[in-house]
């Protein structure tokens, strides 16, 4: 007879999930020293890392919490729409965690209620998570954390990770089976626009353009970093994409549920054009980093694109932007318009 965390585990692999382990709270105790050094490295670091301490010790939330079930489940098989390549992050377009369209978000939720009919007490948060994923992940033998500081399993980088909190002490580990980086490989540091990635498992995370193109950047014309943004738009896979252990990991095989639609209207001109009904009603929900009053963060990540890889026709929607009604904006255009002489 199966043991509940047998149970549960074969659940997982039924529903399509890539790896599924079970630890006891306890060895999640790493995680705070872990913080406490990235903070001792990089000091300025340490406001940023103050979010993360509830993740540290989720026992002061959830006091009856006994064990961490942890997942990982690839999105590497979707088509990437053309017109959002290199401009948006893969992980945010293939975003499971609030999208109740994907099969990913059905089985998070049948994953959940599986384990309540256990008998088990059972808490998560789709969003953000109610442990330190990448640690618990690591815990339960479910993968590496390479040196740009992402979990890597046989699917490599290109993975979610989900995590319940339950009432019941119990352990089912994974067998780690992903090779370790190549001796010497610099790569993702090498390839860091904006030398956020300084030295292996260590950045800055407020010099990442993933920050700084989402809920961080928000005086982006103050920012000599936005010089370095490159293409980015909305997030960044540079160290992931220049990773030699994620070289042939992603299959492009299926189409994302909604993304071909909604991809054509993330242009960086489409963009600069859209209105706020239909930014709150069709690019904020999937997007939730940034609130449903901030279009104006994406359009000046727009501009600060632009003004990265001008060109003639991009001429008029900087002009234009200096008449827009949000003032950022305009201070983001007349800064581009200064610099470039437009």
Known sequence: MNTIEQMIQKKAYELGYEKCGIIPINKLSGYKEKLEERIKKVPE???FYQTQQRLANPLEEYPWAKS????????GKYKIPEVVKDHVAKAYLFDVRIDANTEEYQHNRAMEKYMQDLGLQVVTNQ??????MRWAALQAGLGIIRRNNFLYTQSGSWVHIEAWLIDREIELKETMDVPQCPKGCNRCMS?????SLSAPYTMTPTACISFLTTFGGRNLPQQPLSKNFGNCIYGCDICQDVCPMNKGKWKEVEEFPGLAELSSELTPENILNMDEDFYREKVQPKFFYLS????????????????NNYKE???TYIINSSNNENEKIREMADFIRKELNL
């Open 313 to 315: 026709s991009y001429k």
């Open 292 to 307: 449903p009053e901030e279009l104006w963060k994406w359009k000046i990540d727009v501009l600060c694109y632009m003004r």
């Open 127 to 132: 969003k953000f998570g109610v442990v330190g």
């Open 191 to 195: 390839a860091c626009p904006t030398k």
């Open 68 to 75: 961490v079930v942890v997942m990982t489940v690839p999105y």
């Open 45 to 47: 670091s340490a406001q």
